[in-house]
C-alpha cells in the first residue's frame, strides 16, 4: 500500500510511530518485533495446529503425515455433508483466549493476523475457483454484536487467497439457542434446519466449491448445517475452515 508519501519521509514516519506505538504482543500486550506477531511465550501456548491432520475435520492426529488422507475417530462414524476440512489452531490457551477476544472483546483487529492463521492451514485444501462463504449470525444476534466475527475473518482471508467472498450466502433462519453445555447430539438436533442459502445469491452456488469459514468448531454440528444447505443447492463440492478446533486430549 503506497502512503503517497517521498520514501525517505514515508520510512522516517513510520519509524517515528514505531518508536512511538512499538508493535504488542496480540495477546498478552508485550513487546515483540513485528505487527501483528505473538511473544515468545504466548506463542508456546498457542496451539497451532501442525503435521497429521483428520482431512476432513482439521482435528490433529499423532503420527507423521505421510501425503495420504486420514481420519479421526468422529469422521469415520459421522457422516459429514462437506468433503474436507482444516482448522488453524487448537481450541484451548492462547488459542482459545484469540478466539473470545474477537468474538466478545471487540478486538477486530485480530482479523488481519487471524486470517494468515488460516490461509496458512487451508492451503492443501484451497482451489482457484472457490467462494468463500463465512457462518452466519441469526439477524438478532448480528445487531446485538454488530458483526460477525467468521465474516471478517473470511473476508481477510479471501482477500489474501485471491478469491471470491460472498459474505450473505448464507442464512442463520432461526434463532438457534448457545451449543454450549450441548452434547453432540443435542448440537445437531439444535442446528437443524436452521441455516438456508440466500435466495438471490443461489444462482452463485451451482457448480461452484465453496469454502465455509467459523470461528470455532466443536461437533460439526453448525458445519453440517451450512453445508447440506449448499448441497442442496447445486454446489459441487464444499469443505469447512475453523480458526479454532476443539481436540480431544490426547
Given at each position: 500500500m503506497q502512503s503517497g508519501l517521498p520514501g525517505g519521509l514515508g520510512r522516517g514516519l513510520r519509524h517515528g510511530l514505531r518508536v512511538l506505538?512499538?508493535?504488542?504482543?496480540?495477546?498478552?500486550?508485550?513487546?515483540?518485533?513485528?505487527?501483528?506477531?505473538?511473544?515468545?511465550?504466548?506463542?508456546?501456548?498457542?496451539?497451532?495446529?501442525?503435521?497429521?491432520?483428520?482431512?476432513?475435520?482439521?482435528?490433529?492426529?499423532?503420527?507423521?503425515?505421510?501425503?495420504?488422507?486420514?481420519h479421526c475417530d468422529d469422521c469415520l462414524t459421522i457422516a459429514r455433508p462437506w468433503d474436507r476440512g482444516r482448522a488453524a489452531l487448537v481450541y484451548r490457551d492462547t488459542g482459545r483466549r484469540l478466539v473470545l477476544a474477537l468474538k466478545h472483546g471487540d478486538r477486530q483487529d485480530l482479523a488481519r493476523p487471524m486470517a494468515g492463521w488460516l490461509a496458512a492451514a487451508a492451503a492443501p485444501i484451497l482451489a482457484p475457483d472457490m467462494l468463500v462463504t463465512p457462518i452466519p449470525l441469526h439477524w438478532r444476534r448480528f445487531l446485538k454484536r454488530r458483526f460477525n466475527q467468521s465474516a471478517l475473518l473470511s473476508g481477510q482471508l479471501a482477500r489474501l487467497a485471491g478469491l471470491d467472498h460472498c459474505p450473505d450466502l448464507l442464512q442463520r433462519i432461526r434463532a438457534t439457542p448457545s451449543q454450549e453445555g450441548r452434547g453432540r447430539e443435542q448440537?445437531?438436533?439444535?442446528?437443524?434446519?436452521?441455516?438456508?442459502?440466500?435466495?438471490?445469491?443461489?444462482?452463485?452456488?451451482?457448480?461452484?466449491?465453496?469454502?465455509?469459514?467459523?470461528?470455532?468448531?466443536?461437533?460439526?454440528?453448525?458445519?453440517?448445517?451450512?453445508?447440506?444447505?449448499?448441497?442442496?443447492?447445486?454446489?459441487?463440492?464444499?469443505?469447512?475452515?475453523?480458526?479454532?478446533?476443539?481436540?480431544?486430549?490426547?
Open positions: 506505538f512499538p508493535p504488542q504482543c496480540l495477546s498478552c500486550g508485550g513487546a515483540v518485533s513485528d505487527e501483528f506477531g505473538l511473544c515468545a511465550a504466548c506463542w508456546r501456548e498457542t496451539g497451532f495446529i501442525r503435521g497429521l491432520v483428520c482431512d476432513t475435520c482439521g482435528a490433529p492426529l499423532p503420527g507423521e503425515d505421510e501425503g495420504r488422507a486420514e448440537r445437531f438436533e439444535n442446528m437443524a434446519e436452521a441455516i438456508r442459502v440466500n435466495p438471490p445469491r443461489g444462482a452463485a452456488i451451482a457448480g461452484r466449491s465453496v469454502l465455509i469459514v467459523d470461528d470455532v468448531m466443536t461437533s460439526g454440528a453448525t458445519f453440517a448445517a451450512a453445508a447440506e444447505a449448499l448441497r442442496a443447492a447445486g454446489a459441487a463440492s464444499v469443505s469447512v475452515l475453523a480458526l479454532a478446533r476443539v481436540a480431544k486430549d490426547g
